[in-house]
């Protein structure tokens, strides 16, 4: 396992969810993300802090999936329970 922070990055900003009646979707998460470096030839584990409606985590997993992820995993260290 390769432990790679700063791999994925926003490249552009998008309205912060905790703070908005209306949350941004997971098309627009997809489309502020990015790979910092090329494509992904392996397994990939995604850490997230908390999961609310799993647009970032849904996203993410796309993106990486999409990059050439083998198999993606989301792991969540907390719920939000709305």
């Given at each position: 396992m390769?432990?790679?922070p700063?791999?994925?990055?926003?490249t552009?900003?998008?309205?912060?969810?905790?703070?908005?009646?209306?949350?941004?979707?997971?098309?627009?998460?997809?489309?502020?993300?990015?790979?910092?470096?090329?494509?992904i030839?392996?397994?990939?584990?995604?850490?997230?802090?908390?999961?609310?409606?799993?647009?970032?985590?849904?996203?993410?997993?796309?993106?990486?999936?999409?990059?050439?992820a083998?198999d993606?995993?989301?792991?969540?260290?907390a719920?939000?329970?709305?």
């Amino acid at each position: 396992m390769v432990y790679q922070p700063g791999h994925l990055i926003r490249t552009r900003p998008i309205r912060q969810s905790s703070a908005s009646v209306d949350r941004p979707t997971q098309q627009e998460h997809l489309g502020s993300l990015a790979l910092r470096r090329g494509r992904i030839q392996r397994s990939v584990i995604i850490v997230d802090d908390v999961f609310s409606f799993g647009m970032v985590s849904g996203a993410t997993r796309l993106l990486a999936h999409d990059s050439g992820a083998t198999d993606v995993v989301v792991a969540c260290l907390a719920v939000t329970h709305l």
